[in-house]
């Protein structure tokens, strides 16, 4: 049996009365988009936990400063900012924290070295990272994801897993610009089949765009 989580990017632009407890009564997972580009203090995220039943499941994006700015390197900055992060994942009780590299930054392998030296002396908590890479894969980057269990995050109207693993993670855009796209249900049908044959007993959907909601709601009943 696959468990299925399914939601957006954030809570901000939920219809009608966007509150998190609102949301939380749609859907029984979000993406918080807000710590990409701020540091929220604990007393805000411990607001944010109290807000949502028991089970309902919160991930967390890393802040930009890691992934575009210091880079995954095994430097001090590096591990104050993912500690922030983990702390965060923790009071939201949030069992993933979500890394984006942008196209821009193409992983050569000094590069995928020193991530390893960084992944290798970091203490994760329980937390578990998703990352998307946005420029291609190569085959020592895949390696080094296995080897530290990291699940690979696509966007599965647009890509496909670069390896398999037991948890999918699948940030969805659609084919639009400027995330101006509503998807079709021919669309969402063919995501849940290409979901299916990954055989993931675990799936997080992190719907984004202006009809993010609607997209949501209408898979989630499908």
């Not at 509150?19 to 997972?29: E, G």
């Not at 944010?48 to 700015?69: A, G, I, K, N, Y």
């Not at 990291?150 to 940030?171: C, G, M, P, Q």
Request: net charge positive; proline share 5%.
């Amino acid at each position: 049996m696959t468990e299925y989580l399914v939601g957006t990017g954030g809570w901000a632009y939920f219809p009608r009365k966007p509150t998190l407890k609102t949301y939380s009564k749609a859907f029984n997972f979000v993406e918080v988009n807000y710590t990409f580009y701020e540091y929220p203090n604990a007393r805000t995220v411990e607001r944010w936990r109290r807000s949502v039943p028991p089970d309902f499941t919160f991930t967390v994006r890393c802040h930009q400063d890691l992934t575009h700015r210091i880079g995954l390197k095994p430097v001090d900055h590096a591990y104050t900012v993912l500690s922030q992060m983990i702390s965060i994942c923790k009071i939201l009780n949030a069992p993933f924290l979500h890394l984006l590299t942008p196209a821009s930054h193409v992983l050569n392998d000094i590069e995928i070295d020193q991530a390893k030296d960084f992944f290798s002396t970091i203490n994760l908590k329980g937390v578990r990272l998703a990352w998307e890479v946005r420029s291609p894969m190569t085959p020592k980057l895949v390696t080094m994801m296995r080897d530290f269990g990291i699940v690979h995050s696509v966007d599965f109207s647009r890509e496909t897993l670069a390896f398999k693993s037991e948890t999918i993670y699948t940030r969805l855009f659609g084919k639009g610009k400027h995330n101006i796209y509503q998807f079709t249900d021919e669309e969402l049908e063919e995501i849940d089949q290409k979901i299916v044959k990954a055989e993931a007993t675990r799936v997080l959907v992190s719907f984004h765009g202006i009809r993010m909601n609607t997209d949501a709601a209408r898979f989630k009943r499908y």
